[in-house]
């Protein structure tokens, strides 16, 4: 049964994970030799995230991907310094773990502002395009997008 959270767009709430195929390291981005990422989570219900750092040239300021499979809505959420030490990638996930616990329904310009309210940085964006974490949790949520592949 679905909990009536309506995060993005109207939901058709996927299923268990089918046999993973991928392993989430595979998702881990490298720039010039250098990991500029971690591994993604499955945050439960069709949803990842994946955090990426600015050790690298020409990359923005730290940041979160939060990705409902289904649909294919983003957000991105710039990751900040919390007073109580924890690393800020993971109070961001957390943040998002909470909105998807509450039950409430929340658009996705809500959970941008509920990012923005802490002094993280946030936007959504939509893509026709699977991505790494979604292939390698969600494989079956890829419906019409262009399928992820690894680069080379």
Known sequence: MRRGLC???????AGPALAQELEPQVCVPVLDGVEVGEAPVDLGDGFVAQSFEAVAA???DPFVVFTECDSGFRL???RIEFPDGRPAPEQLIDVMR???ASGESETG??????????GAPAQLRQ???ENCPCAVFYPEAR?????WEAPE
């Open 7 to 13: 995060l993005f767009a109207a939901l058709a709430v």
């Open 58 to 60: 020409g990359l923005p």
């Open 76 to 78: 991105i959420a710039g």
């Open 98 to 100: 909470e909105a998807l």
């Open 109 to 118: 310009q809500d959970l941008v502002e509920r990012f923005i309210d802490l």
């Open 127 to 129: 893509s026709n395009s």
């Open 143 to 147: 419906g019409e997008k262009t399928p």
